[in-house]
């Protein structure tokens, strides 16, 4: 089945340690989000990716980097993990276009110790 | 710039009860999309609502969009202990890749 695949599950990391998180998909949509989500709250949207047309969000901290090699596979990189980017991380496609709807990979959970 | 805000926070129905939530938009949206995450899960998407006053209906759930696309409700009825989760809504703007979500209803159900 097609769908939006997210390695780890969990991942634990050390605090400054840098870490990747992966994501793929076999949907071929041109558009892939990842969104940080803490405990009890909603998914906030860090960046996104319009084929290689890359989206910040202004308030997403410079700590976080994404890179999008190809269609298929995209990266969340932390270069200096603290102890407040403990959270759920999810990375989610689209078609291009305003009425599309986002599928969600399973996240990874992410723990800086 | 846009906010997304979303009531209640938390709600416990014992099972049978109805259930609802509501969202509203600090602009006017031109379509919204309602997503269910299970505990443990990610999102899955519900449901899209693009015209004013559209009303749709999946089963025990019913979608309202408001007349000025500004707020929007979902409703259960008669809940089931398989709808527990959180129910998120998500507007769309002005960009068109970028949804806002809501903070999201944590929907408990009592057997």
């Known amino acids: 089945d097609a769908m939006v695949i997210q390695n780890p599950r969990y991942q634990v990391t050390q605090f400054g340690k840098p870490v990747t998180l992966s994501c793929s998909q076999t949907?071929?949509?041109?558009?892939m989000y990842w969104y940080q989500q803490k405990s009890s709250q909603a998914p906030k949207l860090l960046f996104h990716?319009?084929?290689?047309?890359?989206?910040n969000e202004a308030d997403t901290p410079d700590n976080f980097q994404s890179r999008r090699p190809n269609t298929s596979f995209c990266f969340l990189d932390i270069r200096s993990p603290g102890l407040g980017d403990a959270a759920m991380y999810l990375c989610?496609?689209?078609?291009?276009?305003?009425?599309?709807?986002?599928?969600f990979g399973s996240g990874t959970q992410l723990s800086v110790l | 710039g846009q906010q997304v805000m979303q009531i209640p926070q938390y709600q416990h129905v014992q099972e049978g009860e109805d259930f609802t939530t509501y969202c509203n938009s600090s602009?006017?949206?031109?379509?919204i999309q309602w997503y269910k995450q299970r505990p443990g899960g990610h999102p899955v998407f519900l449901i899209q609502?693009?015209?004013?006053?559209e009303v749709k209906k999946q089963k025990r759930l019913t979608f309202q969009f408001g007349e000025a696309k500004k707020n929007s409700s979902l409703h259960i009825t008669a809940t089931q202990t398989t709808d527990v989760g959180t129910y998120f809504c998500?507007?769309?703007?002005?960009?068109?890749?970028?949804?806002?979500f809501g903070k999201g209803t944590l929907l408990t159900v009592n057997p």
């Open positions: 990716y319009y084929d290689k047309d890359f989206n």
């Open positions: 989610a496609t689209s078609r291009a276009g305003s009425l599309e709807k986002l599928f």
């Open positions: 602009t006017t949206l031109s379509n």
């Open positions: 998500a507007g769309c703007g002005g960009s068109n890749y970028k949804l806002t």
């Open positions: 609502l693009v015209k004013s006053g």
């Open positions: 949907l071929n949509h041109n558009v």
